[in-house]
C-alpha cells in the first residue's frame, strides 16, 4: 500500500521540490516506512530514498518530479530515461521498467499486475496509469495553469493548495506535458475498487471512485445503526477513522455521541507500523480514553476494522477500567479472513481473528458485551456495487 504523486510543471522556472515534499507528507496515511523521490532537471536525478517525507530536504531542484511513500522498498524504480512509483503490485518491477522505457503503452497492455503508476520520462512526459480494476485510486488535479498534479489522493493537491480535477479511469492513461494534457484508455475497465479505501485507507477529507470519504463513512455508521441498533448512553469513535462511523450512528438512533480518546504524539496506524515496538506504542499513544466520556454509561465503541484484536483489546480494558458500564463493539468493516494479494497489509489468516474465531469467542476475548460487523451487502450498499472483498469473502476478482 502505498502513496504516490507527480507534479510538473508547465514553465521550467518552477521548481517543484517543496510542493512534492508536502504532497507525500499528505499522502503518509497510505503508509511511510518506504520512501523516495525522482525529479527532472535537464536528466532524471533519483534525489533521495528511505526518507520520511517530512525529512526529505527542501533543496531538491527540478521543474517535475514524483514521489512514493509507502511500505515496499525500491521505489521510484529508475533508469537514465524514465523513474516510476507505483501504488500496488507488478509481475516483475525490473522488467517492466526496461518494458516501458521503450514502449509505455505496450507495457501497460502486457502487465498482469495490480497497480496504479506515475511515470517520468527524460523527454518531459509525466503519466499516469490506473490499471482496469481500478483497485488502487489515481486522481488528476493542478495548481492553477502552473503545473499538473497526479497523485493518490486528492488530499495530495488540496494540501499544497491545489485543485482536484478528476479521477483517473480504470484503465486509463493520462500524459502531461508542457504542452497538453492526453488521455487514453488502454484497457477496458473492469472496476472492482478496493473496499479498504472506504472504510480506512484514504483520509477522510478526501475523495474516491465517485464518493466522498467523510460522507461515505457517516453513510457506514448509519447503515451500523440500522443493522445493529443498541440501548446504549454513548458513542464513541475510534479517533480518527471511525469518528464519522459514531456520528453516523448517534445521529440515526439519537444516542449522544462523545469523544472517547485523545491521543499523546503523533498518530501511528498500528497495522502499518514498521517495528513491534511501534505497534504496541502506537496503540497506546493513539487510544487514551477519557474518563468523563465513559464512566458509569453504556458504551456503543465503533473501530474501522479488526485485524487481530489485540488494539481493541485493550481498548476496552481501559473503558472498563475509567468505570464504563457496558462495552458494545460495532466494526466498520465486514469481517477481515483473508490476505490482500495487491499490496494492502492484510496480516495472513493465521493471524485475523474473524478467521479463526466465532463471534462469541471474539467479544469473550475481547472482554466485549457485544460485537457486531458491517454486512457485506451494507458496505455495498453505502459504498460501490463494484467492489473488491477478496480479504472478506476469498473470493478475488479474476484480474492476474
Ligand atoms: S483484497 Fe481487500 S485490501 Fe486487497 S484490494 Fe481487495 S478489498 Fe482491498
Request: glycine share 10%; aromatic share 8%; net charge negative.
Amino acid at each position: 500500500m502505498a502513496g504516490i504523486v507527480g507534479i510538473l510543471a508547465f514553465d521550467r522556472v518552477w521548481n517543484v521540490g517543496k510542493f512534492l515534499k508536502y504532497s507525500m507528507v499528505g499522502l503518509q496515511h497510505r503508509g511511510y516506512a518506504s520512501s523516495g523521490v525522482a525529479m527532472l532537471n535537464n536528466e532524471i536525478v533519483f534525489a533521495t530514498k528511505d526518507v520520511a517525507p517530512e525529512d526529505l530536504e527542501l533543496d531538491m531542484e527540478g521543474w517535475a518530479g514524483i514521489g512514493y511513500t509507502g511500505s515496499r522498498n525500491g521505489y521510484p524504480i529508475v533508469n537514465e530515461d524514465v523513474a516510476i512509483s507505483v501504488d500496488g503490485v507488478l509481475r516483475n518491477p525490473e522488467e517492466f521498467l526496461k518494458k516501458f522505457t521503450k514502449d509505455p503503452r505496450k507495457a501497460l497492455e502486457e502487465e498482469k499486475g495490480v497497480y496504479s503508476l506515475i511515470a517520468l520520462t527524460r523527454d518531459g512526459d509525466m503519466i499516469g496509469y490506473r490499471d482496469e480494476t481500478g483497485i488502487r485510486p489515481l486522481s488528476l488535479g493542478g495548481f492553477g495553469f502552473d503545473m499538473a498534479i497526479i497523485a493518490s489522493e486528492p488530499v495530495a493537491m488540496s494540501v499544497i493548495g491545489g485543485d482536484f480535477r478528476r479521477e483517473i479511469e480504470p484503465g486509463e492513461m493520462v500524459t502531461v506535458n508542457s504542452l497538453n494534457i492526453k488521455a487514453e484508455r488502454i484497457k477496458e475497465p473492469k472496476k472492482a475498487y478496493c473496499s479498504i479505501e472506504y472504510v480506512y485507507q484514504a483520509r477522510i477529507d478526501s475523495f474516491a471512485n465517485e464518493r466522498s470519504i467523510y460522507e461515505t463513512r457517516v453513510k457506514i455508521g448509519e447503515q451500523l445503526a440500522e443493522e445493529r441498533p443498541i440501548d446504549a448512553d454513548t458513542v464513541i469513535g475510534v479517533p480518527d477513522t471511525a469518528l464519522p462511523f459514531a456520528l453516523g450512528y448517534s445521529r440515526k438512533l439519537g444516542i449522544p455521541m462523545d469523544l472517547g480518546f485523545t491521543r499523546t504524539g503523533s498518530p501511528i496506524r498500528t497495522m502499518l507500523a514498521s517495528d513491534s515496538f511501534l505497534k504496541i506504542v502506537g496503540v497506546q499513544l493513539k487510544l487514551n480514553p477519557i474518563k468523563d466520556a465513559v464512566f458509569g454509561k453504556r458504551v456503543v465503541l465503533i473501530d474501522d476494522s479488526m485485524v487481530t484484536g489485540t488494539t481493541l483489546k485493550n481498548t476496552i480494558m481501559s473503558l472498563r477500567k475509567l468505570g464504563a458500564k457496558e462495552v458494545h463493539v460495532l466494526i466498520g468493516s465486514p469481517k477481515l479472513v483473508s490476505k490482500c494479494p495487491y499490496g494492502v497489509e492484510v496480516p495472513e489468516e493465521r493471524e485475523l481473528i474473524a478467521a479463526n474465531l466465532g463471534e462469541e469467542q471474539i467479544a469473550r476475548v475481547l472482554g466485549a458485551d457485544s460485537i457486531h460487523w458491517l454486512t457485506l451487502d451494507g458496505l455495498k450498499k453505502v459504498t460501490n456495487y463494484n467492489l473488491c472483498t477478496g480479504c472478506m469473502t476469498k473470493s478475488y476478482p479474476k484480474v492476474i
